[in-house]
């Protein structure tokens, strides 16, 4: 039977791009519905683009109130019925609750490899130790942040001369081949 799959972005959502277009022909998911947290977000033109339903829960609406952000947000979900939902460039920190409610059914792609650089700007915190790798992580959403267990890891070499931008460039690339990849593994094994 064919998992319902949910994307949360905040931003461009590459990687729901990526996620989308892997979902096809025998693929065991299928996307339901792509929700972005600011009505700005870029990748809600292109889930349209795509043919998939867009919604969208402003955070700013909720002003700082995060457990009526977070209902809103479970309604909106709710409404598509999803498996599995992928947050993919989702900016947002989820509650222990949020996440207990979706019981290991959510997914995250963190530009870091993890358990190194939990949190913000890891390219920058890469190239500052001297690390000679950077890479990316998919990992089950746990209630700490960027804590869950690893999915799948992928590592991209850091040159001399790299920015962060250079780096990020660079893993972003590896984020598009290894979300797919690993959200068809994730769905096959959830629906054995
Ligand atoms: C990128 O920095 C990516 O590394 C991280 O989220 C950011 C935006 O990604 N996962 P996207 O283009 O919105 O998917």
């Given at each position: 039977?064919?998992?319902?799959?949910?994307?949360?972005?905040?931003?461009?959502?590459?990687?729901?791009?990526?996620?989308?277009?892997?979902?096809?022909?025998?693929?065991?998911?299928?996307?339901?519905?792509?929700?972005?947290?600011?009505?700005?977000?870029?990748?809600?033109?292109?889930?349209?683009?795509?043919?998939?339903?867009?919604?969208?829960?402003?955070?700013?609406?909720?002003?700082?109130?995060?457990?009526?952000?977070?209902?809103a947000l479970?309604?909106?979900?709710?409404?598509?019925?999803?498996?599995?939902?992928?947050?993919?460039?989702?900016?947002?920190?989820?509650?222990?609750?949020?996440?207990?409610?979706?019981?290991?059914?959510?997914?995250?792609?963190?530009?870091?490899?993890?358990?190194?650089?939990?949190?913000?700007?890891?390219?920058?915190?890469?190239?500052?130790?001297?690390?000679?790798?950077?890479?990316?992580?998919?990992?089950?959403?746990?209630?700490?942040?960027?804590?869950?267990?690893?999915?799948?890891?992928?590592?991209?070499?850091?040159?001399?001369?790299?920015?962060?931008?250079?780096?990020?460039?660079?893993?972003?690339?590896?984020?598009?081949?290894?979300?797919p990849q690993?959200?068809?593994?994730?769905?096959?094994?959830?629906?054995?």
């Amino acid at each position: 039977m064919t998992q319902r799959v949910a994307i949360l972005i905040s931003g461009g959502g590459s990687n729901m791009v990526s996620l989308v277009e892997d979902m096809v022909g025998d693929h065991p998911g299928r996307p339901a519905v792509v929700i972005a947290n600011s009505p700005g977000a870029g990748g809600l033109a292109k889930a349209d683009a795509l043919g998939v339903a867009t919604d969208v829960v402003d955070h700013r609406a909720f002003k700082g109130d995060r457990a009526a952000f977070e209902a809103a947000l479970h309604t909106a979900l709710l409404n598509h019925q999803p498996d599995v939902i992928c947050l993919a460039g989702f900016m947002r920190i989820l509650s222990a609750d949020f996440v207990g409610l979706w019981q290991g059914r959510i997914l995250n792609i963190h530009p870091s490899l993890l358990p190194k650089y939990k949190g913000l700007h890891t390219h920058a915190r890469a190239i500052e130790a001297g690390d000679k790798e950077a890479g990316c992580t998919v990992h089950v959403v746990t209630p700490d942040l960027d804590d869950g267990p690893i999915l799948g890891q992928a590592s991209v070499p850091i040159h001399a001369d790299d920015t962060a931008e250079d780096l990020a460039a660079r893993v972003l690339t590896e984020e598009h081949r290894l979300y797919p990849q690993v959200l068809r593994r994730f769905l096959q094994d959830f629906s054995a």
